[in-house]
Antibody, heavy 114, light 111 residues
Framework: VQLLQSGPEVKKPGASVKISCKTSGFTFTNYAIHWVRQAPGQGLEWLGWINAGNGDTKYSQRFQDRVTITTDTSARSAYMELRSLTSEDTAVFYC????????WGQGSLVTVSS | DVVVTQSPLSLPVILGQPASISCRSSVSLVYTDGNNYLNWFQQRPGQSPRRLIYRVSKRDSGVPDRFSGSGSGTEFTLRISRVEAEDVAFYYCLQATHWPFTFGPGTRVHI
């Protein structure tokens, strides 16, 4: 099982970022994919979830207006787009597999700076 | 949202000695199927989180048996029977019973 995330991004305030999570080693549509954020020196924060089988999504209320999680089943990949970025969105974003978050990606650093 | 708290937030440990971390939820984590969806994760510096324990007490493959989990409802505990140097890390509990999922603030385990 592997979850390989896209590379670091540098964005200006107000911009959007879209991070990918390419999976292998399991049947993609049998699992959900979660997205978790970790600001520098801070703890883990759950952003949202997508059922890769049927596309159902659930989001943290805190991010609901700014985040969209999607999948491309042919590419065995999940994506997380975060809009209207501010400096407070500077963080490492992780994808993780399944209802119990058993496997995690390596993380994608997003830096928001003018 | 369900509030998850951990104590202590910083835990000095002695190698070879036991250690424990408490995780409390603002509501019961018993799901309609009778399971408590409470997981524990370890995060070493510069690494992704790694799941250690799921559904309170089920240890993941490859996790040393010095790690154990217990509890039900609103109170849960992660125990390390004999701390080793490689256990220095942050530990997070996660409730996955109620939407949205919520993590505890984390506990720093250090020598």
């Amino acid at each position: 099982v592997q979850l390989l995330q896209s590379g670091p991004e540098v964005k200006k305030p107000g911009a959007s970022v879209k991070i990918s999570c390419k999976t292998s080693g399991f049947t993609f549509t049998n699992y959900a994919i979660h997205w978790v954020r970790q600001a520098p020196g801070q703890g883990l924060e759950w952003l949202g979830w997508i059922n890769a089988g049927n596309g159902d999504t659930k989001y943290s209320q805190r991010f609901q207006d700014r985040v969209t999680i999607t999948t491309d089943t042919s590419a065995r990949s999940a994506y997380m787009e975060l809009r209207s970025l501010t400096s407070e969105d500077t963080a490492v974003f992780y994808c993780a597999r399944g209802g119990d978050l058993d496997y995690w990606g390596q993380g994608s650093l997003v830096t928001v700076s003018s | 949202d369900v509030v998850v708290t951990q104590s202590p937030l910083s835990l000095p440990v002695i190698l070879g000695q036991p250690a424990s971390i408490s995780c409390r939820s603002s509501v019961s984590l018993v799901y309609t199927d009778g399971n408590n969806y409470l997981n524990w994760f370890q995060q070493r510096p510069g690494q992704s989180p790694r799941r250690l324990i799921y559904r309170v007490s089920k240890r993941d493959s490859g996790v040393p048996d010095r790690f154990s989990g217990s509890g039900s409802g609103t109170e849960f505990t992660l125990r390390i029977s004999r701390v080793e140097a490689e256990d220095v890390a942050f530990y997070y509990c996660l409730q996955a019973t109620h939407w949205p999922f919520t993590f505890g603030p984390g506990t720093r385990v250090h020598i």
